[in-house]
T-cell receptor, first 116, second 111 residues
Framework: GAGVSQSPSNKVTEKGKDVELRCDPI?????LYWYRQRLGQGLEFLIY????????KSGLPSDRFSAERTGESVSTLTIQRTQQEDSAVYLC??????????????FGPGTRLTVT | LAKTTQPISMDSYEGQEVNITCSHN???????ITWYQQFPSQGPRFIIQ???TKVTNEVASLFIPADRKSSTLSLPRVSLSDTAVYYC????????????FGAGTRLFVKA
């Protein structure tokens, strides 16, 4: 079946502009994660959604970052007033619910964000 | 919070067995240990998962000692295409769903 898709694949924006990144998880995957990966670095947890439960936003680096998810489907990550340090690849992953399954995550190809 | 430690990089030759160890001293009781592989310009890909003892699939083996404070990913007979970054993943130590990726181990397989 279809995997996790993300759009756009690449985004170049000017400092101070807002950007919106989209993630379409695998159908039936109620858990959804957003990560940030800077060049040459590991993955940095941003936010986690599970069904209709309150999201875990503990990884969001500042109040310029926010994310929403409509039910168990599409999620959007919004970065307001972008800064150059926001330049990174933003990865989305989805999984089935449950402790064991939540660690078996399926990743999208990512959105490469460049802030000029 | 849980933290993982892996070697930054490893070199190997084609046909050799490669073992990558990850330490996770503060792993929570209900945490699973999961390993991922990431190629350049791609998202990570699930390789294997375990809770304790040994797990084997068609790609790799995962060894977890009784205290679960470390784990070793074993890749048998690596090929050039196994050149990638390998991450171990555990929970954040609270038993919740926040997942902590380590810095990863860059494996370079030479001919």
């Amino acid at each position: 079946g279809a995997g996790v898709s993300q759009s756009p694949s690449n985004k170049v924006t000017e400092k101070g502009k807002d950007v919106e990144l989209r993630c379409d998880p695998i159908s039936g995957h109620t858990a959804l994660y957003w990560y940030r990966q800077r060049l040459g670095q590991g993955l940095e947890f941003l936010i986690y959604f599970q069904g209709n439960s309150a999201p875990d936003k503990s990884g969001l680096p500042s109040d310029r970052f926010s994310a929403e998810r409509t039910g168990e489907s599409v999620s959007t990550l919004t970065i307001q007033r972008t800064q150059q340090e926001d330049s990174a690849v933003y990865l989305c992953a989805s999984s089935l619910p449950g402790t064991k399954s939540s660690y078996e995550q399926y990743f999208g190809p990512g959105t490469r964000l460049t802030v000029t | 919070l849980a933290k993982t430690t892996q070697p930054i990089s490893m070199d190997s030759y084609e046909g050799q067995e490669v073992n990558i160890t990850c330490s996770h001293n503060n792993i929570a009781t209900n945490d699973y240990i999961t390993w991922y592989q990431q190629f350049p310009s791609q998202g990570p890909r699930f390789i294997i998962q375990g809770y304790k003892t040994k797990v084997t699939n068609e790609v790799a083996s995962l060894f977890i000692p009784a205290d679960r404070k470390s784990s070793t990913l074993s890749l048998p007979r690596v090929s050039l295409s196994d050149t990638a970054v390998y991450y171990c993943l555990v929970g954040d130590g609270t038993g919740g769903f926040k997942t902590i990726f380590g810095a990863g181990t860059r494996l370079f397989v030479k001919a």
